[in-house]
């Protein structure tokens, strides 16, 4: 089957000339179309999505904000979408051609528990597990199953760790589209992978690991007329980046110090940020807030990426985590990271299993709870509080990306003990037990008695 191409203006579905253009994130060349890799015609590096027009245009802040408050009110479909709300700064498209699930609006939380913890006050989380497939990637499958459809495709195909997998199967379903699933065989969570099954795609388990399905899926669209769906396709982080506009929405348009947000793939990381470096010269925000990226320590590429190579060749590891989510080696969209963390002064850090299973159970006591994958942002803020890169007096918020319910074997085996097996390395040392000890709550077997019930309840308070 011969390869098609994706169309920026695609002028005979809308109803003006496309506002955006595609520009290689390394040598720069602009172009009005992209091949189904998503990569420079002249380089082979990735592409952006830029806007020339705004240059030219009057996007006056105050009336974007009056605009984006007011459409909170409408009862129209593509108003119901915490992405579509903000088109304003997104690829133009006519808003019945939406595919939409109403994704976005999602809450920002006080977190005062983990303030404690952490010493410091203002805390915040974003929580993305709250989408319509429980997960961040919603907000960038709205925007690219969209432009999948307008260019006429039929297939639409990703590789996975589960997330990306239930998010583009709901999409295409939704979308009247077919969809393929490439993931790692054994090394994805049941949970995810039965929302695809459910949504209707044809899923296929590779005996490799996601960076071989990755690998697998870039040469599929050069041959099939399918359209690829991961983060290497920028109409997703068009629409990851309304994450950034809306929390500040939330802020009342204050930044906060510091934004968190863990990194696997690397392509939500570099949404926020590219959103947070296109707020700033449109007068949106007065000022960029630092975005810290947060690895888990066995999936660390981006972390040896900065400390072996000073951030000017990619690193890669063989990537083990139970953190399913970020369990990459080969993040695709490093360099734009890289770009993200030295625009806006932000860190990166990693951390270890213990840490990720024991800042997982300390949202949870928050009422809030999350996939093992988000917690990496608290288990981070710690560190970067221990170091002096976040004062205590400093706002921050954590990007939480997936839902609790992601991953209930993870917090089924933490609260029964046996997470980490016999390992001594993975057990840490006894200050670490301790503190997971003392977060576990593990179920209770008991006699059908009110006697039974009423000690246990008295247990539970002297404890």
Same mark, same amino acid.
């Given at each position: 089957?011969?390869?098609?191409?994706?169309?920026?203006?695609?002028?005979?579905?809308?109803?003006?000339?496309?506002?955006?253009?595609?520009?290689c994130?390394?040598?720069?060349d602009?172009?009005?179309?992209?091949s189904?890799?998503?990569?420079?015609?002249?380089?082979?590096?990735?592409?952006?999505?830029?806007?020339?027009?705004?240059?030219?245009?009057?996007?006056?802040?105050?009336?974007?904000?009056?605009?984006?408050?007011?459409?909170?009110?409408?009862?129209?479909?593509?108003?119901?979408?915490?992405?579509?709300?903000?088109?304003?700064?997104?690829p133009?498209?006519?808003d019945?051609?939406?595919?939409?699930?109403?994704?976005?609006?999602?809450?920002?939380?006080?977190?005062?528990?983990?303030?404690?913890?952490?010493?410091?006050?203002?805390?915040?989380?974003?929580?993305?597990?709250?989408?319509?497939?429980?997960?961040?990637?919603?907000?960038?499958?709205?925007v690219?199953?969209?432009?999948?459809r307008?260019?006429?495709?039929?297939?639409?195909?990703?590789?996975?760790?589960?997330?990306t997998?239930?998010?583009?199967?709901?999409?295409?379903?939704?979308?009247?589209m077919?969809?393929?699933?490439?993931?790692?065989?054994?090394?994805?969570?049941?949970s995810?992978?039965s929302?695809?099954?459910?949504y209707?795609?044809?899923?296929?388990?590779?005996?490799?690991?996601?960076?071989?399905?990755?690998?697998?899926l870039?040469?599929?669209?050069l041959?099939?007329?399918?359209?690829?769906l991961?983060?290497?396709?920028?109409?997703?982080?068009?629409?990851?980046?309304?994450?950034?506009?809306?929390l500040?929405?939330?802020?009342?348009w204050?930044?906060?110090?510091?934004?968190?947000?863990p990194?696997?793939?690397?392509?939500?990381?570099?949404?926020i940020?590219?959103?947070?470096?296109?707020?700033?010269?449109?007068?949106?925000?007065s000022?960029?807030?630092?975005?810290?990226v947060?690895?888990?320590?066995?999936?660390?590429a981006?972390?040896?990426?900065?400390?072996?190579?000073?951030?000017?060749?990619?690193?890669?590891?063989? &990537?083990? $985590?139970? +953190?399913?989510?970020?369990?990459?080696?080969?993040?695709?969209?490093? =360099? *734009?990271?890289?770009? #993200?963390?030295?625009?806006?002064?932000?860190?990166?850090?990693?951390?270890?299993?213990?840490?990720?299973?024991?800042?997982?159970?300390?949202?949870?006591?928050?009422?809030?709870?999350?996939?093992?994958?988000? &917690?990496v $942002?608290? +288990?981070?803020?710690?560190?970067?509080?221990k170091?002096?890169?976040? =004062? *205590?007096?400093?706002s #921050?918020?954590?990007?939480?990306?997936?839902?609790?319910?992601?991953?209930?074997?993870?917090?089924?085996?933490?609260?029964?003990g046996?997470?980490?097996?016999?390992?001594?390395?993975?057990?840490g040392?006894?200050?670490?037990?301790s +503190?997971?000890?003392?977060?576990?709550?593990?179920?209770?077997?008991?006699?059908?008695?009110?006697?039974?019930?009423i000690?246990?309840l008295?247990?539970?308070?002297?404890?």
């Amino acid at each position: 089957m011969p390869p098609l191409s994706t169309s920026a203006p695609d002028v005979s579905r809308n109803a003006r000339q496309a506002n955006f253009r595609f520009r290689c994130i390394a040598c720069g060349d602009l172009s009005d179309r992209a091949s189904q890799d998503f990569r420079c015609s002249h380089c082979g590096d990735l592409l952006e999505i830029t806007y020339p027009h705004w240059k030219e245009s009057s996007l006056e802040p105050q009336n974007l904000k009056s605009t984006w408050r007011q459409r909170r009110l409408s009862q129209s479909a593509v108003d119901f979408s915490g992405v579509w709300r903000f088109r304003d700064l997104l690829p133009f498209v006519n808003d019945e051609a939406v595919i939409t699930l109403r994704e976005g609006n999602t809450p920002l939380y006080e977190l005062p528990h983990c303030a404690r913890i952490t010493g410091v006050p203002r805390l915040f989380a974003k929580h993305q597990g709250l989408n319509p497939t429980g997960s961040f990637k919603d907000a960038g499958m709205t925007v690219a199953a969209t432009f999948a459809r307008l260019a006429g495709f039929r297939w639409v195909a990703c590789a996975s760790t589960g997330n990306t997998s239930a998010s583009m199967a709901a999409y295409a379903a939704r979308g009247n589209m077919r969809s393929l699933v490439l993931v790692p065989e054994g090394k994805i969570s049941w949970s995810k992978l039965s929302q695809a099954l459910d949504y209707g795609a044809v899923t296929c388990q590779l005996r490799t690991d996601f960076d071989g399905c990755l690998k697998l899926l870039q040469e599929l669209v050069l041959r099939a007329p399918v359209y690829q769906l991961n983060s290497i396709n920028p109409f997703r982080l068009e629409g990851q980046k309304t994450l950034a506009l809306e929390l500040l929405e939330q802020l009342d348009w204050q930044p906060p110090d510091h934004i968190i947000v863990p990194g696997g793939n690397l392509g939500n990381s570099s949404a926020i940020g590219k959103a947070l470096l296109e707020m700033h010269p449109l007068g949106l925000i007065s000022r960029l807030p630092k975005l810290s990226v947060i690895q888990a320590e066995g999936a660390n590429a981006l972390v040896r990426t900065l400390r072996e190579a000073g951030g000017k060749e990619l690193v890669s590891v063989h &990537a083990e $985590t139970r +953190a399913t989510a970020i369990r990459i080696g080969n993040p695709a969209s490093w =360099k *734009k990271a890289v770009h #993200v963390l030295e625009a806006t002064g932000g860190a990166c850090e990693q951390v270890t299993e213990i840490e990720i299973a024991q800042a997982k159970a300390e949202i949870g006591a928050e009422g809030i709870g999350c996939e093992p994958a988000s &917690a990496v $942002t608290l +288990a981070g803020l710690k560190k970067l509080v221990k170091q002096g890169f976040i =004062k *205590k007096d400093e706002s #921050v918020v954590l990007v939480l990306t997936g839902n609790l319910l992601k991953d209930p074997d993870f917090t089924m085996e933490f609260h029964r003990g046996n997470l980490f097996g016999n390992s001594v390395k993975d057990r840490g040392d006894a200050s670490q037990n301790s +503190a997971l000890d003392s977060l576990r709550r593990p179920p209770i077997v008991l006699d059908a008695t009110l006697d039974a019930v009423i000690r246990t309840l008295e247990q539970a308070e002297k404890s």
